[in-house]
């Protein structure tokens, strides 16, 4: 079984309108509500993937019973921590082709939650080999609090996929001699964590070189249409990608993650595991639904998925 952790998740609302008016009443009547979160969306590609997952974070609220009945409604176990505050609300009003986004920041999360939430997270890690951390964290947080998940998790000998950004990231690549099995950036992120534009693959190859990175073993840059750059041990990939019609981009990291959890739980070998990580994160790109891929074209995508080893 995989575990896949989102501690900062959401009510994601989506208002589609004709015209956005502003300081006036608008009304919709198209309107779709689902769980959000960048772990929830891992955990939804995994089980169309045919993989027992299951989900753990914080969950709060009205918001946070709509979150947990969503996920059981597709059987994915839920097993969260009941926060005294309530679980945010995250809305996306589309509009004559754009879309404007107010995104709540949610209720803090209170030191006692937080530390009987890594008990909690300690006692899931039995009947799980493989565990997902993504997204952003929750207000009132520890600086360190993925640090300290990540120690329950490489203490019992499990592999974690860490997804994150911004300080999260860069907290653990340069503050943090506690390191996650695999980390997922994308080319802004991983240029944001030392403020480096990398103006081609070699100098980013060399950064990757470097000794911040000791401890990370599977390191996935993804670029968007030119593919990936992996790195894995001592090793590194070049992984070039099919052209697609491009429907829905939103949630392609996370089914990416998906993927390469999928290959590592299954113990499929690099190639095969990157390969299985870029298929899932091309998939979801194809639908209008986010966190969810076509699993019939799974086969033919990760055929064209081409990995070479430099």
């Known amino acids: 079984m995989i575990l896949t952790v989102t501690l900062n998740p959401s009510v994601d609302i989506s208002y589609k309108l004709e015209e956005f008016l502003i300081d006036d009443v608008n009304r919709c009547k198209d309107v779709v509500k689902t769980a959000g979160g960048k772990g929830l969306n891992v955990a939804r590609v995994l089980k169309q993937l045919g993989e027992e997952v299951n989900t753990t974070g914080f969950l709060g609220g009205y918001t946070g019973e709509f979150i947990e009945t969503e996920l059981k409604k597709l059987n994915i176990f839920t097993n969260f921590y009941e926060i005294s505050g309530n679980t945010r609300n995250c809305i996306a009003v589309l ?29 899931l890690l039995k009947e799980n080999l493989v565990v997902t951390i993504s997204g952003s964290m929750p207000q009132g947080i520890e600086k360190d609090y993925y640090e300290k998940l990540l120690q329950i998790a490489n203490d019992k000998d499990i592999k974690v996929i860490l997804d994150t950004s911004g300080d999260s990231l860069k907290n653990i690549v340069l503050n943090s001699n506690v390191k996650p099995y695999c980390i997922k950036p994308n080319e802004t992120e991983i240029n944001q964590v030392e403020n480096k534009d990398f103006e081609d693959r070699e100098e980013l190859i060399e950064y990757l070189r470097s000794d911040i990175f000791k401890g990370i073993e599977l390191m996935v840059i993804t670029m968007g249409s030119r593919g990936a750059l992996v790195k894995f041990k001592d090793d590194f990939y070049s992984v070039n990608i099919p052209k697609i019609k491009v429907v829905n981009p939103v949630g392609s990291g996370d089914s990416t993650v998906a993927g390469i959890a999928y290959g590592i739980n299954k113990k499929l070998n690099i190639e095969e595991t990157i390969k299985y990580g870029m298929a899932c994160g091309i998939l979801n790109t194809m639908e209008e639904k986010t966190g969810y891929i076509d699993v019939s074209k799974i086969k033919d995508i990760k055929d064209k998925v081409e990995v070479v080893k430099l």
Do not use: A, C, M, R
């Open 95 to 123: 509009h004559g082709g754009k879309q404007t986004e107010i995104l709540e920041v949610g209720d803090i999360v209170k030191q006692k939650e937080q530390t009987e939430f890594l008990e909690l997270f300690n006692s």
